[in-house]
């Protein structure tokens, strides 16, 4: 059973920073790819930042130099950390694992979405 929790977002004026977190269970044995999304309305979702088990990074461009992914497997934990932030960057941010292995080891393959956590910057 695989289950995502978020927490972190909130409010904050241009300039500030906030981590979110994200508690993942369910995901030892398998390979994986933990992921940070984030979607605007009327925009599509798009992938802020993710990084895999073995330890692979990747930042959209609109963040990079202000955003930080790291993950604490002791915890089961992915953080995202957010610097300078801009307006925007307010969306609604989401934590997503994709998994993949063999049966045996990773009996819950495929991907999962947590419920989501609000940023809102303001100018």
């Known amino acids: 059973q695989v289950q995502l929790v978020e927490s972190g977002g909130g409010s904050v004026q241009a300039g500030g920073s906030l981590r979110l977190a994200c508690v993942v269970s369910?995901?030892?044995?398998?390979?994986?790819?933990m992921s940070w999304y984030r979607q605007a309305p009327g925009k599509e979702r798009e992938l802020v930042s993710d990084?895999?088990?073995?330890?692979?990074?990747t930042y959209a461009d609109s963040v990079k130099g202000r955003f930080t992914i790291s993950q604490d497997n002791a915890k089961d934990t992915v953080y995202l950390q957010m610097n300078s932030l801009k307006p925007e960057d307010t969306a609604m941010y989401y934590c997503?694992?994709?998994?993949?292995?063999?049966?045996?080891?990773?009996?819950?393959?495929?991907?999962?979405w947590g419920q989501g956590t609000q940023v809102t910057v303001s100018s």
């Open positions: 369910g995901y030892r044995g398998c390979y994986y790819v």
């Open positions: 990084i895999s088990s073995v330890s692979s990074v």
């Open positions: 997503k694992i994709a998994l993949s292995g063999t049966s045996y080891y990773c009996p819950n393959r495929g991907s999962y």
